[in-house]
């Protein structure tokens, strides 16, 4: 019944910048932590940025000073803009939330993934 739709994804040269997108939609008592998750081939998943419901963000060192996770909570939407990308940011960046339903069980939703290519 909760679905997390992300978008933005795409092909950029790098030193570009993209902005990700993600709402949350269904049957939703409230949203804990909103965060991006990305996977590059070959690797594990990894943790890019995260944000508490009340604006905390944490970002791996990676990405701390290029990336920036928001929030807007009346949409139940997570945004994540990435300035200056590198190649090594390349992967399928998924979007997670832990979510609390209207029947009080909480749970992780991920969404389907939106490819990010930054090109040399």
């Known amino acids: 019944q909760v679905h997390l739709v992300e978008s933005g994804g795409g092909l950029v040269q790098a030193g570009g910048s993209l902005r990700l997108s993600c709402a949350a939609s269904g049957v939703i008592r409230s949203i804990n932590a909103m965060g991006w998750y990305r996977q590059a081939p070959g690797e594990q998943r990894e943790l890019v940025a995260s944000?508490?419901?009340?604006?905390?963000?944490n970002y791996a060192d990676s990405v701390k000073d290029r990336f920036t996770i928001s929030r807007y909570n009346a949409k139940n939407t997570v945004y994540l803009q990435m300035n200056s990308l590198k190649p090594e940011d390349t992967a399928v960046y998924y979007c997670?939330?832990?979510?609390?339903?209207?029947?009080?069980?909480?749970?992780?939703?991920w969404g389907q993934g939106t490819q990010v290519t930054v090109s040399s």
């Open positions: 997670n939330a832990r979510i609390l339903t209207s029947d009080f069980t909480t749970g992780d939703y």
């Open positions: 944000i508490t419901s009340g604006g905390s963000p």
